[in-house]
């Protein structure tokens, strides 16, 4: 009988553990956490592991805010939780693992691309250390790494750690 006890009290437990482990989401995430700066690898982790659809909008941004003529007529902002975090404290460069993914909407509001930045430490220091990534609404990767049209653009904005949102 204590062998049945000791089964459902582990049971119980491994229940409990992955309940909140669902519940919570990528509460403890920190840059460990991260998928490589590698274009397919991100994409698993964006569209399945955490997929960014339900991160937070950058803050003081809103859904189907106007675009610019390099992502479209009208974008989605979102960021994940670690540059959430250095956002709302003001924390510039934001801390790697940081990614801030925009979707690109056409005049009909339809979605063309999805475009993001990804902060990882040593991938290219000489342009704040960012991956660049492009894919299609299909998933189909348009881009990656060091893109130049992007760096070229970002660097603009330099002294925001490359980030046209930073206020």
């Known amino acids: 009988m204590k062998?049945?006890?000791?089964r459902t009290f582990y049971s119980a437990l491994a229940a409990i553990v992955f309940g909140l482990v669902f519940w919570l989401g990528p509460a403890g995430l920190d840059a460990?956490?991260?998928p490589p700066a590698d274009g397919p690898a991100l994409y698993n982790y964006l569209t399945k592991q955490d997929p960014y659809e339900q991160w937070e909008l950058w803050p003081g941004t809103h859904a189907m805010q106007e675009?610019?003529?390099a992502h479209g007529e009208f974008v989605n902002i979102y960021v994940n939780k670690l540059a959430l975090e250095s956002i709302q404290a003001g924390q510039m460069p934001v801390q790697e693992g940081s990614i801030v993914l925009k979707e690109n909407f056409d005049p009909s509001k339809t979605l063309t691309a999805v475009t993001l930045m990804y902060k990882k430490a040593?991938?290219?220091?000489?342009?704040g250390d960012w991956f660049y990534l492009s894919y299609a609404p299909d998933g189909t990767i348009q881009a990656e790494g060091k893109v130049g049209d992007c760096?070229?653009?970002?660097a603009r904005v330099a002294n925001k750690d490359w980030l046209f949102s930073w206020k």
């Open 32 to 34: 460990s956490d991260m």
């Open 122 to 127: 040593g991938f290219d220091p000489d342009n």
């Open 3 to 6: 062998g049945v006890t000791m």
């Open 67 to 69: 675009g610019s003529r």
């Open 151 to 154: 760096m070229d653009c970002h």
